[in-house]
């Protein structure tokens, strides 16, 4: 019913740029804060920047100063602008909200299916 879908992952040269894309669907009620994690193989998944409902962002040491996340309430998005990437920021990058479905005080984390970021040259 209720799902997020990212958008915006790709191959990218290190230095380089993307911006993702993540975008709730179905009946919703409210949500709550919204995020991005990451992931890369052999290692944990580790928060890359979250945000809450009332547009306030925290990031993950190691890419402050280099990424920025947005939230566009009115189209239950957020995105996540990557600037100066590096090899190191190669990972498969999920979204994450609290999402009220009915009860607007009940909230379901949901993930969504996860975009590929790899970053090489």
């Known amino acids: 019913q209720v799902q997020l879908v990212e958008s915006g992952g790709g191959l990218v040269q290190p230095g380089g740029s993307l911006r993702l894309s993540c975008a709730a669907s179905?009946?919703?009620?409210?949500?709550?804060?919204m995020g991005w994690y990451r992931q890369a193989p052999g290692k944990e998944r580790e928060l890359v920047a979250l945000?809450?409902?009332?547009?306030?962002?925290n990031y993950g040491d190691s890419v402050k100063g280099r990424f920025t996340v947005s939230r566009d309430n009115a189209k239950n998005a957020v995105y996540l602008q990557m600037n100066s990437l590096k090899p190191e920021d190669t990972a498969v990058y999920h979204c994450?909200?609290?999402?009220?479905?009915?009860?607007?005080?009940?909230?379901?984390?949901?993930w969504g299916q996860g975009t590929q970021v790899t970053v090489s040259s």
């Open positions: 994450n909200a609290l999402v009220a479905i009915t009860d607007p005080r009940s909230f379901t984390n949901i």
């Open positions: 945000i809450t409902s009332g547009g306030h962002p």
């Open positions: 179905g009946s919703i009620s409210t949500i709550n804060d």
